[in-house]
């Protein structure tokens, strides 16, 4: 199955990324499946990042509409802005 050809929600292409990368960081997935894992991860993420962007322009486009001020870039309490660069990793 691929992301490509059968659309699916956001939750479960985030669920499923989520178990690939548990098994991949395991360590024991053969060579060649670790490759097809590893790309099948990479297609969800486009799929993942996809959805976000597109909710991120109907939420704005709301906002437009609305009258409400523009989003603004989110900010940790660290006051760092949350950037992929800033994620921090267990």
Request: charged fraction near 30%; charge should be negative.
């Amino acid at each position: 199955m691929s992301v490509e050809n059968k659309p699916i929600d956001f939750e479960k292409a985030l669920a499923e990324l989520e178990s690939l990368v548990e098994r991949l960081e395991r360590g024991d997935v053969p060579l060649d499946e670790a490759l097809r894992t590893f790309e099948r991860g990479v297609a969800l993420t486009r799929h993942c990042q996809g959805c976000l962007q597109a909710a991120q322009q109907k939420v704005e486009i709301l906002l437009r509409r609305s009258g409400q001020p523009g989003v603004e870039p989110f900010e940790e309490l660290g006051g760092e802005a949350n950037s992929p660069g800033n994620v921090d990793r267990e």
